[in-house]
């Protein structure tokens, strides 16, 4: 399989941050051979090239503002299946995380079909992502980013950190509100369900700032209202992240619990912690595949090339909770698998910092920038979780979203499953408008009042 020329020029760049901007000659790749945000325009494989996608919604299906977007693709066939008993002819595209789950699990499948690439955006980020290219840079030996605002800072990287930069700014419209499901399962598949409900706030997509330097160093407000069962309603938490995390202290995070009525500030919602409604089996910032501050790790690429990933997870999002959670891991007839480039790369835990992950290997869908999937390894150096985020696009923005967010315990054999929405009411939208007013510590004892 033909790996990218650039992806091998990084595979052995320092690990060290630099300034990121490049110059006009690739800038202007943007849109040419490369796609607005920095895709490989071409196909390679079974992968077709890159047209556009889906920037509106399809004519085959309908939709109302709030549903859950329909699968255009419903009767695409399955093309082929990987099983245990197979997977060697298929070791090329197959992630360190899927052989494990395979090997682990001898009824663990992956049914594969026809890729389709239908990651678009809007065309103001697809403008502000060509300019980042020429302004943004790095700052705080990875930490941080200046110059750069909306879409995408660093469409053209030049390392690790920018590639996770990519995807911790990516396009998500300026405000996003939803209801989701979270279920951590046993070993014999019992479970009991979380509701949330949560908005995030983007100052870094705010259509009236001109660049980062304008955000007070806040990249995102995040507001989580737990809602059932009955006995943890009530807990609410308010996350202000870093632009960089050298600044004032980074992350800035405050706890309401009912309990007590009272706001705390909550510092443990970060790096290793466990994550809220996880019940152990992931970390605060595991969530949405990676979040918050880079500067505990050494990144480093590996390369880029194709890889399996949950792509186009439609049908994921429709099914019923009792259908998909099932014991050992997802039912994974409900999971479409597609060959998409990914950028492979790893982080390596610093010299004199904690982490219960020394070491993280992580595969970013390169049409969407966001994490994919992911192996979380522990101190021993031994395959501890796996990680898989399955990716939806909502055509109606356009935008590539993300859909379940699973976290497998290898060494527990239990699962989570994160931010499932499929039989959670119509309250989810993206939206460019602002109440800041709700993302204040005094705002959130309100929520939690019950």
Sequence with gaps: MKVSKLAIALAFCAPMAANAAVPDSQANRLGNDLTPIGAEKAG?????????????????????????????????PIKYTITSANADKYAAILTDGQKAMLKAYPDY????????????????????????????????????????????????????????WNHTLRYRSFKLTRQFAAAPV??????????????????????????AEELNNISLYYLSNTIAPA???????????????????????????????????APNIS????GTNSDGLSTSDAFDGYNGA?????????????????ANSFKTDAIKYKDFLTPGHVNQDAVRYEVHRTWNFEAKLRANTRHVY?????????????????????GRGQLWRVQEVQQIPHYEVPLCGTGAELVYDLQAGRY??????????????????????RYTPNAIRQLGVR
């Design 44 to 76: 390679e494989g079974d992968i077709p090239a890159w047209t556009g996608g889906l920037s509106s919604v399809p004519s085959n299906v309908t939709y109302k503002a709030g549903q859950h977007v329909a699968d255009p693709f419903a009767s695409d």
């Design 109 to 164: 499948k992956l049914n594969v079909y026809e890729t389709r690439r239908t990651c678009a955006y809007p065309q103001k980020v697809y403008a502000a992502t060509k300019n980042n290219a020429k302004v943004g840079e790095l700052i705080g030996g990875g930490s941080g980013v200046g110059g750069a605002i909306m879409g995408f800072p660093f469409p053209v990287p030049n390392n690790a950190f920018e590639v996770m």
């Design 186 to 211: 046993t070993r014999g598949g019992d479970y009991t369900l979380t509701i949330v409900q949560d908005e995030a706030l983007f100052p870094w997509s705010d259509p009236v700032k001109t660049k």
């Design 231 to 265: 006995r943890e309603a009530g807990n609410v938490i308010l996350v202000y992240d870093a632009l960089n995390a050298t600044l004032n202290g980074g992350r800035q995070a405050w706890q309401y619990s009912p309990g007590t009525r009272r706001v705390r500030r």
């Design 271 to 274: 790096y290793d912690n466990p």
């Design 294 to 310: 880079l500067d505990r790790y050494d990144w480093s690429v590996i390369d880029k090339k194709p890889t399996l990933i949950a």
């Design 358 to 378: 020394a070491r993280r290997v992580y595969h970013n869908d390169e049409d969407s920038w966001q994490v994919s999937a992911a192996e979380l390894y522990d």
């Design 416 to 437: 989570l499953a994160l931010a499932m929405q499929n039989e959670e009411p119509a309250v989810n939208y993206f939206a460019d408008e602002l109440d800041a007013s």
